[in-house]
């Protein structure tokens, strides 16, 4: 251990398309909104996380918001590099320094990205001072901050529904043996339910009411125990150009959301049927695990239970699941060395 390693700090980082997560010395200490506010005249950032996703949708020509991530890979460079620097200068124990630290960070990545992109997340974990970065596939993170021993001689089936893509993938012995990374996560659902106010209720809602539509009555299908209650949202109509408000049910929205549903459901039967049996007969004894916020979609687990005739269970804090298991990694770099791309 040399001098520098004093002035190393390490951090762990799920660079998501919807939120952003960071540990430092095995605590969450940022956990934003992936969103910046950038100045169109200046061209300056000048907000990002919460703040800025307070203002979503509700800026004036001047302000424009980013979502620097798009299904999960870098879609604007500067705006995503600014975005982690002003994250990681939150870290409240990196605050305190009088020199930035150089940075040992583990950073997690979708597993249906291209070089390029992998290079794009590379470059620009360096530019903030990341002097060692190490990459880690998402369902791996995931399978870790599960819980899931994945050295094991053992199939595990992982599905993580983000905000940008979902990831499906079956890991054993510290690898992934087949994988598949479909663009519809939290992002689509979100979208299905701006389309179905417009087309059902000519009612013009904005991504930030239909994301709140989706977390309180959304659901994966139509016959649940224990159903949540309807809510009134208001929006505008597209008949008159009048603000207005409409009372609707989880039903509903079951309907809005059937489509996605059914083409994760598809991905998921197609993972399964490229698993060579004895992987598969280990997973018929495991089931299915699912992280990642999109899983908190309620009835979401036991319609892929009746589709996949398996177990499902979801991780305990799903949306906290990959970025904890980036940190376990990030503390035994040795032994994970097989599992991490430098």
């Given at each position: 251990m040399g001098f520098f390693d004093f002035l190393t700090e390490e951090i762990a980082i799920d660079l998501g398309t919807a939120n952003t997560l960071v540990i430092h010395n095995d605590k969450v200490v940022v956990d934003s909104p992936s969103i910046v506010a950038r100045d169109r005249i200046t061209g300056k950032i000048i907000a990002a996380g919460k703040e800025a996703a307070m203002m979503q949708g509700k800026t004036h020509e001047n302000i424009k918001t980013i979502r620097p991530l798009k299904d999960g890979v870098i879609a604007d460079f500067d705006a995503s590099e600014q975005m982690l620097t002003r994250f990681i200068k939150e870290i409240p124990a990196l605050k305190k320094k009088i020199f930035t630290p150089a940075l040992r960070m583990v950073i997690c990545i979708p597993s249906g990205i291209t070089e390029v992109e992998m290079r794009a997340v590379k470059e620009s974990a360096e530019r903030v001072n990341g002097k060692e970065v190490y990459l880690i596939h998402e369902p791996m993170a995931a399978a870790i901050g599960i819980g899931v021993d994945i050295m094991q001689p053992k199939g595990n089936m992982i599905v993580d529904i983000g905000g940008g893509t979902t990831e499906i993938a079956v890991i054993a012995l510290g690898g992934i043996v087949c994988d598949k990374s479909v663009k519809i996560a939290g992002d689509v659902f979100t979208n299905d339910i701006v389309y179905y106010m417009r087309t059902q209720h000519n009612l013009y809602v904005g991504e930030r009411t239909a994301e709140k539509i989706k977390i309180q009555i959304g659901a994966a299908t139509e016959d649940l125990e224990v159903p949540?209650?309807?809510?009134?949202?208001?929006?505008?109509?597209?008949?008159?150009?009048?603000?207005?408000?409409?009372?609707?049910?989880?039903?509903?929205?079951?309907?809005?959301?059937?489509?996605?549903?059914?083409?994760?459901?598809?991905?998921?039967?197609?993972?399964?049927?490229?698993?060579?049996?004895?992987?598969?007969?280990?997973?018929?004894?495991?089931?299915?695990?699912?992280a990642g916020g999109g899983s908190m979609l309620r009835g979401l687990d036991k319609r892929l239970s009746q589709k996949t005739e398996l177990p499902v269970y979801i991780a305990e804090d799903p949306l906290r699941a990959v970025v904890r298991g980036t940190g376990i990694t990030l503390k035994n770099i040795g032994k994970f060395k097989s599992v991490l791309i430098k």
């Open positions: 949540p209650e309807d809510m009134s949202v208001q929006g505008r109509d597209l008949l008159t150009g009048k603000p207005k408000q409409v009372e609707i049910s989880y039903r509903e929205i079951a309907k809005a959301l059937d489509k996605s549903i059914l083409r994760i459901e598809d991905a998921v039967m197609e993972t399964l049927s490229q698993t060579p049996p004895e992987l598969a007969a280990d997973i018929y004894n495991t089931g299915v695990y699912l």
